[in-house]
């Protein structure tokens, strides 16, 4: 059983379809908490280090195999939880997949708050794989607003039209997980990355043990 932490309710239905999609055999287990995200954002990470970790180890108290962290805030406070369990963050498959698509590497968020994080882990996975990068991280105005407000289609238009206006850069990592609807908006040449398709995948790996 993968075990899924996430900061909103609306994860739930994206990840339950990417599961019938590429893993009908993958039981998942839905944690949600939106307090996390609201005090991360307004004290820093490390001050949900403790509810963090009391979600992670109860998910694994319970049978989980693996964790997946579906915040970029707070992913990396996941990781560092110790359970004798994998514990990943959504995001870093992605980070993966745009250091090896090149350098110039662009960073989209909606959160402020997810900006330092996502681009500390595209430098670890650059560190980790040996290769350049140069990162651009930038904040979608307005995108947060409109996706809080339950108008989802408007914000992932803005984070289209964002990524749309981008040239020079080798990809473009979407940085939250809630960003992933505007990869079918986006009309440019240069790759967009979204986390929960390729952050599932890897969990689920990690879950079954393939």
């Not at 004798?84 to 698509?101: E, G, I, T, Y």
């Not at 290769?131 to 238009?157: N, S």
Request: hydrophobic content about 50%; charged content about 20%; aromatic content about 2%.
């Amino acid at each position: 059983m993968l075990a899924l932490l996430h900061t909103s309710p609306v994860h739930v239905p994206v990840f339950d379809a990417l599961r019938d999609l590429d893993h009908p055999a993958l039981r998942l287990r839905h944690l949600v908490d939106e307090r996390l995200l609201d005090r991360a954002r307004a004290e820093g990470p490390e001050a949900v280090t403790a509810e963090v970790r009391a979600a992670v180890a109860g998910a694994v108290a319970d049978g989980a195999t693996a964790v997946l962290c579906t915040c970029s805030t707070i992913g990396a406070v996941a990781e560092s939880v110790r359970v004798p369990v994998p514990v990943l963050r959504v995001d870093r498959p992605m980070a993966a997949a745009a250091v090896a698509a090149g350098p110039r590497v662009t960073v989209l968020a909606t959160v402020e708050s997810t900006l330092a994080p996502t681009a500390a882990l595209i430098e670890e996975e650059a560190r980790r794989a040996g290769r350049p990068v140069r990162l651009d991280v930038r904040l979608v105005p307005d995108a947060w607003d409109h996706f809080t407000a339950g108008d989802q289609d408007t914000a992932a238009r803005l984070v289209a039209t964002a990524a749309d206006a981008l040239t020079d850069t080798d990809s473009i990592v979407l940085a939250q997980a809630s960003m992933a609807p505007a990869t079918r908006l986006t009309s440019t040449p240069v790759p967009v990355l979204a986390s929960p398709r390729l952050g599932l995948t890897a969990a689920a790996r990690l879950s079954t043990g393939d």
